[in-house]
Nanobody, 125 residues
Framework: QVQLVESGGGLVQAGGSLRLSCAAT????????MGWFRQAPGNEREFVGY????????DYADSVKGRFTISRDYAKNAMYLQMNSLKPEDTAVYYC??????????????????WGQGTQVTVSS
């Protein structure tokens, strides 16, 4: 079992920045990758980005490339999402997730085994 807890959400003006954190506890050594997803009201949960747990490789959705950066602190079992140049369309509940699978693809919701409870990010125009 892996437990995930997000924090750092809030209200920010367009153009501003936020940093989300995801703290992982439990069998974290078994995680292969961790990802960030978001879900706006009425929309499906969508991929934001992922990081491989050991190698630190990352990839991002086109909509956030160049603005969002994922990092992880291996020793603290924590993952971060630095969000810059925020836009109103970034408003959503943001979720972190952990995958136990060795895969070349971590873009789908179904690639992940554990999820946090989510943290709200609201960007005002």
């Amino acid at each position: 079992q892996v437990q995930l807890v997000e924090s750092g959400g809030g209200l920010v003006q367009a153009g501003g920045s936020l940093r989300l954190s995801c703290a992982a506890t439990g069998r974290t050594f078994s995680s292969r990758a961790m990802g960030w997803f978001r879900q706006a009201p009425g929309n499906e949960r969508e991929f934001v980005g992922y990081i491989t747990w050991r190698g630190g490789g990352t990839d991002y959705a086109d909509s956030v490339k160049g603005r969002f950066t994922i990092s992880r602190d291996y020793a603290k079992n924590a993952m971060y999402l630095q969000m810059n140049s925020l836009k109103p369309e970034d408003t959503a509940v943001y979720y972190c997730a952990a995958s136990l699978s060795m895969s070349s693809s971590y873009y789908a919701v179904t690639s992940y085994d554990y999820w946090g409870q989510g943290t709200q990010v609201t960007v005002s125009s």
